[in-house]
Antibody
Framework: QVKLQESGPGLVKPSETLSLSCSVSGGSINNFYVSWIRQPVGKGLEWIGRLWPSASPDYNPTLKNRVTLSLDTSKNQLFLELTSVTAADAGVYYC?????????WGQGSRVTVSS | NFMLTQPQSVSESPGKTVTIPCTRSSGSIAHSYVYWYQKRPDTSPTIVIDENNQRPSGVPDRFSGSIDRSSNTASLTISGLTADDEAEYYCQSFDNFDRVFGGGTKLTV
């Protein structure tokens, strides 16, 4: 059973870069896509992008200019960077196993944007 | 790209049946599978319907999914409502490499 766990700083200053990691266990990230999804405060779920070692990442067009997804297959980890954050980027960030639908999710990483 | 539109909220009594619609704005609802997720406060979403109408292991058969080509709408139906079903429900589909979520529906039981 694939399990995912997000980690990262809970507090980011406005205009700075948000960095999160996603550790995967119970399966190799060489074998499936992993997506990043977020729930901004008071809003619904928003897909950020997805990544697989054998393909270029795919990004939500609305975030594409600020997002970079990467991975370390040796550690079975994925990474998200979101630049120039504002209060609108605050919320909970999830990584999820992407089989067109999302059948396994991490517990989420809460991010606050404040100076 | 397309959008998925859901009502903001629905309400129904315990024991009754509720249906939550999810309408695709452009392109056929049948073009790509639709998935449904249950989201309770402070917990991760869990999938309750896979590939339009498939129930993942562990999901009660009170949950069912369907699509209607004529209205370009997918629907989640929950029968025999209990207080435990009170949550937000999100539909999701995809178009090529993009994944799209509906805005979510708050179900009150």
């Amino acid at each position: 059973q694939v399990k995912l766990q997000e980690s990262g700083p809970g507090l980011v200053k406005p205009s700075e870069t948000l960095s999160l990691s996603c550790s995967v266990s119970g399966g190799s990230i060489n074998n499936f896509y992993v997506s990043w999804i977020r729930q901004p405060v008071g809003k619904g779920l928003e897909w950020i992008g997805r990544l697989w070692p054998s393909a270029s990442p795919d990004y939500n067009p609305t975030l594409k200019n600020r997002v970079t997804l990467s991975l370390d297959t040796s550690k079975n980890q994925l990474f998200l960077e979101l630049t120039s954050v504002t209060a609108a980027d605050a919320g909970v960030y999830y990584c999820a196993k992407d089989e067109w639908g999302f059948d396994a999710w991490g517990q989420g990483s809460r991010v606050t944007v404040s100076s | 790209n397309f959008m998925l539109t859901q009502p903001q909220s629905v309400s129904e009594s315990p024991g009754k049946t509720v249906t939550i619609p999810c309408t695709r704005s452009s392109g056929s609802i049948a073009h790509s599978y639709v998935y449904w997720y249950q989201k309770r406060p402070d917990t991760s979403p869990t999938i309750v319907i896979d590939e339009n109408n498939q129930r993942p292991s562990g999901v009660p058969d009170r949950f069912s999914g369907s699509i209607d080509r004529s209205s370009n709408t997918a629907s989640l139906t929950i029968s025999g409502l209990t207080a435990d079903d009170e949550a937000e429900y999100y539909c999701q589909s995809f178009d090529n490499f993009d994944r799209v979520f509906g805005g979510g529906t708050k179900l009150t039981v």
